[in-house]
Nanobody, 125 residues
Framework: QVQLVESGGGLVQAGGSLRLSCAASGRTFSTYLMGWFRQCPGKEREFVATISWSSGNTYYADSVKGRFTISRDNAKNTVYLQMNSLKPEDTAVYYC??????????????????WGQGTQVTVSS
């Protein structure tokens, strides 16, 4: 099993920045991809960004490209999401996730194996 704990959410004004952290523990060696998804009330959970533990290769949703940066610290088993130029439409619960099974789309919720409890990000206009 892998445990994921997010932190860093909060309230920020539009145009501001936040950095989310996700600390992974347990059988982290069984995972090869880490990601962030977000969910607004009444909407489906949507892909935000993903990063490979080994190569550091990243992939972003078009809606956050150029504003958000995903990174990882392998020594600390921690993944970060730096969010700049935040907009009210970025308001959501942000979830950290890990993928251990190979294959399947990187942007699909069902293809990820472990999830954190989520952290609220609220952007005021």
């Amino acid at each position: 099993q892998v445990q994921l704990v997010e932190s860093g959410g909060g309230l920020v004004q539009a145009g501001g920045s936040l950095r989310l952290s996700c600390a992974a523990s347990g059988r982290t060696f069984s995972t090869y991809l880490m990601g962030w998804f977000r969910q607004c009330p009444g909407k489906e959970r949507e892909f935000v960004a993903t990063i490979s533990w080994s190569s550091g290769n990243t992939y972003y949703a078009d809606s956050v490209k150029g504003r958000f940066t995903i990174s990882r610290d392998n020594a600390k088993n921690t993944v970060y999401l730096q969010m700049n130029s935040l907009k009210p439409e970025d308001t959501a619960v942000y979830y950290c996730t890990a993928k251990s099974r190979y294959g399947g789309s990187w942007i699909t919720v069902a293809n990820y194996d472990y999830w954190g409890q989520g952290t609220q990000v609220t952007v005021s206009s």
